[in-house]
């Protein structure tokens, strides 16, 4: 008879975060207990090939095997196989992701194989011995993946985006924390530094001068927000940041509610600091070259 498991766990936290989270397949040596490293051998869009190697065993042994692993996104299923089957005959793997709620996930593993005759445990035994360790890795998982929503995150702790000008963060986000109708982070500015003019046609922007003194021009009217103040921005504004006094700012914004995709949130309406030109921003040029650019259109300032 076939080996069968079908084990389940629940998450609390939105199915995007649970996906991506139990998919870095980088980061499997610090989401499972059991995996010492991982080396992706291949990878496309939606398919990895990779090397899984183990901790070593009560016997000192090391277990290392090739697998194949391919996702559908839309569907929420990811199917998996050992290419080096080792003491299997063969091993398919099917995880589900099932939304219950926006911050409720419910995460399936089911589990086929056969042991090979010369195996040191036959399929009955090995059956008991997946059951007991899928139900420890999904406790351990989900600790893992419910304490990251809790992560308290540094300004330092993720990358700076620094193409529109000054020195960018996103800190609380769906990618770090999971967050699911908006976003924050912050930025600093020198003196004399700007973040290019850009709108948002999904999310209103929360703006707060936590040092220094800021220029936001709104629409092209200019307004001044001191520290310990705070700014709203509508959707659809176009607003450029400058740090118009001597000394440095640090100004914390928050936009909710997210974009339907992240590149759809960010509408660029002049070049980047370095003189680059965003397609959004070369595309509204066109269409203000070929329209007259009317008063109060998302156009290019060249000036």
Not at 128 to 142: E, H, K, W
Not at 218 to 247: F, M, Q, S, Y
Not at 257 to 265: D, E, I, N, T, V
Request: charged share 20%.
């Amino acid at each position: 008879m076939i080996g069968h498991t079908d084990n389940s766990v629940e998450i609390a936290a939105p199915l995007d975060f649970v996906w991506t989270r139990t998919n870095d397949l980088a980061n499997w040596p610090r989401l499972f207990s059991e995996y010492a490293t991982v080396e992706i051998l291949d990878q496309t869009g939606n398919s990895a090939t990779f090397r899984l190697t183990m901790h070593p065993d009560e016997q000192g042994r090391v277990w290392s095997w090739v697998s194949e692993r391919t996702w559908d996104r839309e569907a929420g299923v990811v199917r998996a196989r050992r290419v080096e089957t080792g003491p299997f005959e063969f091993m398919n793997i099917t995880w589900t992701y099932q939304e219950l709620a926006p911050d409720l996930t419910r995460m399936r593993w089911v589990q086929d194989f056969w042991m090979r005759p010369d195996a040191p445990v036959d399929t009955a035994g090995m059956t008991d011995r997946i059951n007991r360790n899928t139900v420890q890795q999904m406790a351990l998982i989900r600790a893992r993946v419910e304490g990251a929503r809790r992560a308290v995150i540094g300004f330092g702790d993720v990358p700076a985006n620094r193409k529109r000008g000054g020195d960018l963060r996103t800190m609380v986000a769906p990618g770090t924390v999971g967050s699911s109708s908006g976003f924050c982070g912050a930025v600093r500015l020198g003196p004399g530094e700007s973040v290019s003019e850009h709108y948002h046609p999904y999310s209103e922007e929360y703006l707060f001068v936590a040092e220094g003194t800021l220029r936001v021009d709104l629409d092209g009217e200019p307004v001044e927000v001191p520290a310990e103040h705070a700014l709203l921005i509508p959707r659809n504004v176009r607003h450029r940041l400058t740090n118009a006094a001597g000394g440095p700012a640090l100004a914390v914004f928050q936009l909710s509610p997210l974009a339907p995709a992240p590149h759809l949130g960010h509408v660029d309406t002049e070049p980047y600091p370095d003189g680059t030109v965003p397609p959004a921003a070369g595309a509204a040029a066109a269409a203000g070259a070929a329209t007259g650019a009317r008063a109060g259109e998302h156009t290019v300032v060249t000036a």
